[in-house]
């Protein structure tokens, strides 16, 4: 579309105006070709008629639309011209307060003249590492870039500062050095990059000064060259300088000041220090109080004393070295007040009495008489002779001016020397980033040599400033594939060409100075004869002291006056002798070094654009001209070799008010300083730039639903432009963006504005008339109501009289009983047919549910049968699947059992050679052995034989007792008979048989009596035995425990037994005795058991016999075998008691069936009874004789281990171990006379029993019912008590196995006990013979423990929860479960926090052994790997994670099992047991603690550098909610060479993911849940802080869409946390600041109430913030307002009195404290299993 189209109605222009520069204006007509007016209406409300020449139409630029205004980058206005750059930068610093804005590579920067809260260290870490253009306009971007570029490209870079003073041009230099010293550390202990900073208080103390524009001035050019190595860490740096204003020195002008340096001297005159340079004020010095101001306000000249001493001393410069310093310095002063008198005529003189010039030569050290003489003379040379002439006093106050000005130029050299000095290092220099701090194009009122060179340094600059331009477009067009059209830009080759070449400018004047007589006025005449026809150069009509120059930004008239006396910079050869023989080293060397510089130059090759014939006069290089272009072409080599970046700095007013813009002061800087120049290079070609995502998504509105629908996006955008615009010169397409013509972006605009209002009228049409229609038609409904009312009112009163009514009322009448009538009928009707068809229905429906009834009850038999099919078949399935695992499960044991019995097949091998090595030892006493085992034997038979006889005796005595009982029985029958012969006597004997009748009722009962008596004795021998079954089982482990403490004892006194085993060689003699005895007393013993089994045997039989005998005449044989155990170790077993009471109970069922026969049978028991009761009283005589004998052996016994004892006090071990056998042996007696009383007892009580059965014997027939009644209840009781003891008997079993998985029985109980006495007896007997053995050599005692391991193998094992590692394994243990350990085959296979619990068990066992030194080397070595793991790893989030959890479970560890009572609230009783109980390890526990706290904090820095990337992308620029775009055109900045690399697209579903898997890492390594809330609040905090600062520093993102956008993400966060079951984690919290400032950016943000609910709402933001979002809230859309500068203020008012912080940004570092809390742990220790995956086969359970 053509440009001219453009200019319609509503659309806004720009017009010249005198006091703005521009203004706007709105057109009221659309302009047609051919008119000579166009009508314009001003802001004010004026019309007015802009004058047009039809022919060649200079129409004004036309204004861009408001949602451009404001963009970050000048370029990306549609329309660029200078009233647009003019207003956008208004705009922006007045209503936003942002002083940064690009302009394609230009940086501006406007000085607010107030302290902005945008240069602290959070701000330089938010702009380190993103691309230019990611972020809002700033110094540190630019640095970034430039940082950036050097590092990816390996190119060194400058960054141009300039602008006119006061501008901020060395603030600007200061920020980008900090950045630079912040963001490249240099670690090493030189910290080089404070001293680079160091650096500026210095050379603005000595360069800069006060002057009517700027308080903190710079007088002179700064090009510091920061040096980077390969790490790109600073290294160190040079400075260089150019032109310093030495005229400063002498001269100020009004309201100005010297240099600062001279201020802060006088200000500290009264200082001890200072007193030898007797200083006065500085209103007292004529070099500093000429110009009148000798103070600035704010400014302490006091304190920047001390922070120039300060940085002098950080840079390394001694105070030797700043004494001389102020010296000079206060010489220069005293100088200036060396006062000149005029002598009369041409001669001139100093008093010698003058104070200052004494001070003067005493400080330097220089003659007075000679200084006096050649300040006031002067030396000429002539070819016969030299005169010395007298000169003026005008002359004479040059020269000493000119000696001031000269020992300062010298003096600031040398320091800038040093100060590169002190900067430089030894490493080699990599790369280095140049900032360049030079004045800016200057013109005023009286432009003089200074002014001139200033102005030559920017035109060099603005060439090749235009040179990278074009370069950089070119560059653009080329990657984009554009057709490169050669740009016509201006170029000042002219210019310089008019300056520097032969016979220009600076040519002649050298040439003039050349000539002793020469004068400015000559030099100026010159100048017109041969530079008058140059069309840049001009005569100015009012003056002949002055030339007019037409540079590139303006034009500028120079005065003469001086330009000879500033270039030649004269000092008279005789001064400088003085000065040169000082006897002050420091200042002498100054100007013997000039000499030596002087005698060495070679010149400078300054390379011009166009070549220029250099002068052969070797003076003319030495002056000041020659000097400055030399430096100024050396500068440009270094920028040409270098990428620049540039940044301009714009004054915005004079008064140096804050935030206060001055349109043509603002307008002038920027034609001066080529931003102009830049926007007009851009403005010729394609100056907009859209990538084809953002056209597409901007302005998708204009497409047809066709081209909307299309796949392609690029060919999409295509197609719409081309229907759009239809001259194709007016956008090219590149490969990955569209580019624009000036206007083009402003008229797709206006399309999509006028589509939206369109769209907006088209809907407010359909709603206005929706809602006029539906009130015209209630208005039209109420009307016709109202008339239907009234037109009845009027027909009533006109037909209403009294027949009428009687008419009326009948025929209503006649109508109520005929309709009725005609109503029932038709109600008939309607009855009749509704129910004929619901019995139809009712039917219908009745038969559809009965078939869908059947077909479900069908379907139900199918579904049953089918299922119990399946259910089968996979239940073959998997009792195959499980057969087929137990099989190869039982096979694996098997393989297992087979190895274990291989080993214990090898270690009985090596016990076997052993043995038989041994046997040839012992034949000798197994000789005496086999001599008292006949001695034995004989005793034997003869107790066999005694033992036979009584057995005889006793068969002879039953048989003489059966042949009595067979004559009664006889006897009886034969009285029977009688007694039914004699019928007659029946009635007498009736009541003698009643009687008798009576009597057997009362045996009955007391037979009752006796077998509840005896039911009750074998109660209680039950519990008895019970109890002391529980007795022994206690013993038993107490025992174990000791046993296993003497094991580990045995190990300890290895060294010892050594030792014993020398002594035992001196006592041969005794130890065969030894031998024998032991021998004899194992022989005993084992005698002694065999004769206690013998005897517990024999009293089993005795006891079945007794059963046998009670109940063998009325029941069958084998019912007999049913109800009497066979086996004897089952008595003691709970299942056996209660078999033993269903005998009992079959018994007494046996004796109610056979109660008659039992009473025939009772005299026949009789005799039986009393020989049973003769054979157990002789069997008892036996015992007892057996136990008396077994007493004596026991007494020989002590009696021999006693006299052992006191021959053998030299072993101490053989009698510990004698001392125990004596106490078994006792323990086994008291166990025998135990049982031996209990026989006893039971054979009195049985024989009683008999006996009174015997007289009580006819009393009990009739009362069998009643007993067996009274048997039933005694049932239920035993019964009882047998279900307590089983509960019992469960409480034991749950204290030994803790946490088991299924309850085991009573009886499994009590047979592993009873295995376990076994075992511990066998281990006794093993601890005897390793007695013998320890006695015979050392060696069997390896045996014997390997055998006792061996045989501990087959007991069930119980351990306690250690692990014993020897020091020798230490090492492999620390390699295999720490270096070695892998967290992904860890988590798989085994507890996640497993190594955490084997390292503890591990010292646990150190704490058993209550060894310190194992203990802490453990301790040591553990936590030595452990952080040597995490200094390897450091960046390896799955181990630090997986070792984080262990750290933490191993620290509860120590807490729980300390044995502190708050660590074990929630421990169980046999955690409780299980504490440590030698050592505290509370300091260890300590250094865990802040292990543990480093491991996290490493473990958040790797999850945020993980999560950083996605963070902004996510939660900022990826659009969550479809169809609301913020999306808005982008300038040169976002085209930028920093972005052109592919990078990942994030969205917030990417930070969502991070999320779940930082999550589920922490929950697979079994972190604690609290440490897990407390890692994902920290993550929070850094998503929020980082979304929040990123709001702070992009204008793009302060929109309403992008609010609702956050708002959106933060819910997503949020779902997350319910998800994960976090919300009690505060994470949300940590977003709140975010959440407000999403809000804020939604509110509406207009009325006083919008005012104080910001304030009142946004509790979490300072007013900093708020007040930052609300000058940065950008409209996305024509249709939404900007916040006013009223509102803001309205807004800030309100904030006055909130306390807070100050600062812009969230400290995005910040790290809430980390706490653990104790987690007890319900993990049972010695449950575990060490998997076989660890390699930890060393390692012994214990």
Request: glycine letters at 4%; charged letters at 30%.
């Amino acid at each position: 579309m053509a440009l001219l189209e453009l200019y319609t109605e509503y659309n806004r222009v720009w017009i010249p105006d005198a006091e703005h520069v521009w203004k706007s204006a709105e057109i009221m007509r659309d302009f047609q070709s051919g008119d000579n007016v166009l009508e314009l209406l001003l802001e004010d409300g004026t019309e007015h008629c802009y004058p047009v020449d039809p022919l060649k139409p200079q129409l004004p630029p036309l204004r861009n639309p408001d949602i451009l205004v404001g963009e970050n980058d000048l370029t990306a206005l549609s329309y660029l011209h200078e009233p647009a750059v003019l207003h956008n930068l208004k705009v922006r610093f007045v209503e936003s307060r942002i002083i940064y804005t690009y302009c394609g590579i230009i940086l501006v920067a406007v000085n607010p003249y107030k302290q902005l809260h945008i240069y602290g260290d959070a701000i330089i870490h938010a702009y380190s590492g993103q691309n230019m253009g990611d972020m809002d306009p700033h110094i540190f971007a630019v640095a970034e870039e430039a940082y950036k570029q050097m590092a990816r490209n390996h190119k060194n870079q400058s960054i141009i500062v300039s602008g006119e003073s006061g501008a901020g041009k060395t603030v600007s230099a200061r920020y980008t050095m900090r950045y630079f010293a912040v963001v490249s550390k240099s670690g090493s202990n030189t910290r080089v990059e404070d001293k680079v900073l160091a650096s500026n208080p210095i050379t603005e103390a000595i360069g800069n000064a006060k002057t009517t524009r700027n308080d903190n001035s710079s007088r002179f050019g700064k090009y510091t060259e920061i040096s980077f190595d390969k790490k790109y860490r600073i290294i160190g740096a040079n400075m260089r300088t150019y032109l310093l204003e030495k005229s400063r020195v002498v001269f100020q002008a009004d309201n100005e000041r010297n240099y600062h340096i001279f201020y802060q001297l006088c200000s500290c005159a009264q200082l001890p220090e200072f007193k030898h340079l007797r200083l006065l004020s500085a209103d007292k010095f004529q070099y500093t109080c000429m110009g009148g101001e000798i103070t600035i306000d704010g400014v302490d000249d006091k304190k920047d004393m001390e922070e120039t001493q300060r940085t002098f001393s950080l840079l390394g410069l001694k105070e030797d070295f700043q004494s001389d310093v102020f010296k000079v310095l206060a010489a220069i002063l005293h100088l200036g007040n060396v006062e000149i008198k005029n002598s009369g005529g041409d001669k001139s003189s100093v008093s010698s009495g003058d104070p200052h010039l004494a001070v003067f030569c005493e400080l330097l050290n220089v003659s007075a008489e000679e200084l006096v003489r050649w300040l006031c003379h002067r030396r000429i040379v002539l070819v016969a002779e030299t005169v010395v002439k007298p000169v003026h006093k005008k002359r004479a106050v040059n020269a000493r001016d000119a000696l001031a000005k000269q020992i300062y130029a010298h003096l600031f050299d040398c320091i800038i020397n040093r100060i590169n000095t002190a900067l430089k290092v030894p490493a080699k220099q990599h790369a280095f980033i140049g900032v360049l701090d030079i004045y800016g194009f200057e013109t005023f009122d009286i432009n003089s040599f200074e002014q001139f060179c200033i102005n030559y340094a920017n035109e060099k600059l603005q060439q090749q400033f235009n040179l990278h331009v074009f370069k950089l477009e070119q560059e653009e067009y080329m990657k984009e594939d554009i057709p490169w059209t050669l740009i016509d830009f201006y170029d000042n080759q002219p210019v310089i060409d008019l300056i520097e070449a032969k016979m220009g400018i600076l040519d002649l004047l050298d040439e003039e100075c050349l000539f002793p007589q020469g004068t400015d006025q000559s030099w100026l005449q010159k100048l017109f004869n041969y530079l008058e026809p140059n069309p840049l150069f001009e005569k100015p009509r009012l003056s002949n002291e002055a030339f007019v120059i037409q540079h590139f930004a303006d034009k500028v008239e120079y005065q003469c006056r001086g330009f000879l006396e500033k270039n030649r910079d004269a000092l008279y050869e005789e001064l400088v002798d003085i000065m040169r023989d000082s006897k002050f080293p420091f200042l002498a060397h100054f100007f013997q070094e000039e000499e030596r510089n002087a005698a060495n130059s070679k010149g400078v090759k300054v390379r011009p654009a166009r070549p220029a014939v250099k002068p052969a006069n070797k003076q003319l290089r030495t002056s000041v001209g020659d000097k400055f272009c030399s430096s100024l072409s050396l500068l440009m080599e270094t920028l040409n070799a270098t990428t620049p970046h540039y940044v301009r700095c714009i004054k915005p007013n004079e008064e140096k008010l804050p935030f206060e813009y001055d349109s043509g002061r603002v307008v002038q800087q920027l034609r001066a300083c080529g931003v102009l120049e830049t926007i007009r290079i851009s403005a010729q070609s394609y100056p907009s730039r859209w990538t084809y995502i953002e056209f597409y998504s901007r302005y998708s509105i204009l497409m047809t639903h066709q081209e909307a629908d299309q796949s392609d996006k690029k060919q999409t955008c295509k197609n719409v432009l081309q229907r759009l615009i239809q001259d194709p010169n007016q956008y090219k397409f590149g490969r990955t963006k569209i580019f624009f013509r000036a206007g083009q972006v402003a008229y797709l605009e206006k399309l999509r504005l006028d589509r939206l209002r369109g769209a907006c009228v088209t809907i407010q049409k359909h709603v206005r008339g929706w809602s006029r229609r539906r009130k015209f038609l209630r208005m039209r409904q109420a009307a016709i109501i109202i008339q239907e009312y009234i037109r009845g009112k009027r027909t009533v009163r006109k037909t209403v009289t009294a027949a009428t009514l009687k008419q009326g009322w009948a025929s209503v009448v006649i109508q109520r009983h005929w309709r009725g009538y005609r109503m029932r009928q038709v109600y008939q009707v309607v009855r009749l047919a509704s129910v004929t068809i619901q019995a139809f229905t009712r039917g219908w429906m009745a038969r559809k549910r009965y078939k869908k009834m059947m077909k479900e009850q069908k379907a139900l038999v199918l579904q049953k049968y089918a299922r119990a099919w399946l259910a089968r078949r996979r239940f073959q399935t998997m009792r195959r699947l499980v057969l087929n695992v137990q099989l190869s499960y039982r096979v694996q044991q098997l393989r297992k059992k087979i190895e274990e019995q291989n080993k214990e097949n090898r270690g009985l091998m090596e016990r076997l050679t052993s043995v038989a090595n041994s046997h040839s030892q012992s034949v000798d006493r197994l000789q005496v052995l086999e001599a008292q085992l006949e001695k034995v034997n004989n005793q034997k038979e003869s107790l066999e034989a005694r033992e036979k006889k009584a057995k005889e005796d006793a068969s002879l005595t039953i048989a003489k007792l059966q042949k009595e009982t067979d004559a009664l029985n006889l006897e009886k029958q034969n009285l029977e008979k009688q007694f039914e012969a004699s019928t007659k006597e029946a009635k007498e004997n009736f009541d003698q048989i009643k009687r008798n009748l009576v009597e057997e009722k009362d045996y009955e009962a007391r037979l009752r009596k006796i077998a509840e008596n005896n039911i009750e004795i074998q109660r209680q021998d039950h519990e008895k035995e019970v109890e002391t079954l529980k007795e022994e089982i206690k013993r038993l482990k107490e025992e174990r425990v000791g046993l296993q403490r003497k094991v580990d004892e045995v190990v300890q006194t290895n060294s010892d037994l050594q030792e014993q085993v020398i002594q035992l060689s001196k006592h041969v003699k005794v130890i065969p005795e030894l031998r024998r005895d032991l021998n004899n007393l194992q022989n005993q013993r084992n005698s002694m058991d065999r004769k206690v089994k013998q005897q517990s045997e024999q009293a089993r039989v005795k006891m079945n016999d007794i059963t046998r005998q009670l109940l063998g005449d009325v029941v069958e044989e084998d019912v007999l075998l049913g109800l009497t155990p066979d086996n004897s170790e089952k008595i003691y077993e709970m299942e056996d008691l209660l078999e033993a009471f269903d005998g009992l109970q079959k018994a007494t069922r046996i004796l109610q069936n056979h109660q008659r026969e039992q009473t025939e049978s009772y005299e026949t028991q009789v005799e039986g009874f009393k020989l049973k009761v003769d054979h157990l009283q002789n069997e008892n005589t036996e015992l007892q004789k057996l136990f008396q004998e077994k007493s004596n052996i026991n007494e020989d016994i002590r009696q021999e281990v006693s006299r052992l004892s006191t021959e053998n006090s030299v072993i101490p071990e053989l009698k510990l171990q004698v001392s125990e056998l004596q106490r078994q042996k006792q323990e086994l007696e008291a166990n025998v006379e135990e049982k031996s009383r209990e026989l006893a007892e039971k054979t009195e009580e049985i024989t009683d029993v008999l006996r009174r059965k015997i007289e009580e014997e006819g009393s009990q027939r009739r009362h069998f019912e009643e007993k067996a009644e009274e048997l039933e209840e005694l049932k239920g009781e035993l019964q009882g008590q047998i279900e307590e003891l089983e509960e019992e008997s469960d409480h034991l079993k749950r204290q030994q196995l803790m946490d088991s998985e299924a309850k085991i029985k009573l009886r499994q109980e009590i047979s592993r006990l009873t295995a376990e006495n076994m075992d511990i007896e066998e281990l006794l007997d093993q601890k005897d013979r390793l007695i013998k053995k320890l006695l015979n050599q050392i060696k069997s005692l390896e045996v014997s423990q390997k055998a006792r391991k061996l045989s501990a193998s087959a007991m069930p094992k119980d351990y306690l929860g250690m692990l014993e590692c020897k020091r020798e394994d230490e090492p492999r243990l620390i390699q295999n479960i720490i270096l070695d350990l892998k967290p992904r085959g860890v988590v798989v296979g085994m507890i996640p926090v497993l190594p955490a619990y084997i390292i503890f068990m591990c010292i646990r066992h150190a704490d058993y052994l209550n060894d310190e030194g194992k203990l802490k080397s453990l301790m040591n070595e553990v936590i030595k790997a452990v952080k040597k793991v995490i200094m390897s790893y450091h960046k390896d989030f799955e181990l630090l994670s997986f070792w984080l959890s262990n750290v933490y479970q191993l620290l509860n560890c120590l807490k729980q099992y300390s044995g502190e009572e708050e660590f074990m609230k929630q421990s169980t009783p046999r955690q409780k047991k299980n504490c440590l109980q030698n050592f505290d390890l509370s300091e260890h526990r300590q250094i865990l603690s802040d292990l543990a706290i480093h491991i996290y904090h490493q473990f958040i820095s790797v999850m945020e550098k993980s999560l950083t990337p996605a963070i902004v992308p996510g939660m900022l620029e990826h659009e969550s909610l479809q169809g609301i775009s913020s999306m808005k055109p982008t300038g040169f900045r976002k085209r930028s060479s920093s972005i052109y690399e592919d990078s990942e697209t994030y969205t917030i579903s990417s930070i969502i993911q991070q999320l779940s898997v930082f999550h589920s890492t922490m929950s697979q390594h079994g972190m604690e849940q609290g440490l897990v809330k407390q890692a994902v609040k920290q993550l929070f905090f850094l998503v929020g802080a980082t979304t929040f600062n990123n709001i702070m520093l992009r204008k793009d993102m302060c929109s309403c869409r992008k609010g609702m956008q956050i708002r959106c993400n933060i819910s997503y966060l949020e779902e997350w946390l319910k998800e994960k079951e976090l919300q009690s984690s505060n994470a949300i919290d940590t977003l709140r600041p975010l959440s407000q400032a999403a809000w804020l950016l939604q509110v509406n943000k207009s009325t006083d109430d919008d005012a104080k609910e910001i304030s009142d709402k946004c509790t979490e933001l300072n007013s900093v913030q708020i007040v930052k979002i609300l000058n940065s809230y950008t409209p996305i859309d024509d249709f939404e307002k900007r916040v006013s500068s009223s509102f803001v203020r309205k807004v800030q008012s309100l904030l006055q009195d909130r306390d807070g912080s100050s600062q812009l940004m969230l400290d995005s570092d910040y790290r809430f404290q980390v706490t653990f809390p104790f987690c007890s742990s319900p993990q049972a220790l010695e449950l575990l299993q060490v998997p076989s995956s660890l390699h930890l086969a060393f390692l012994a359970r214990i």
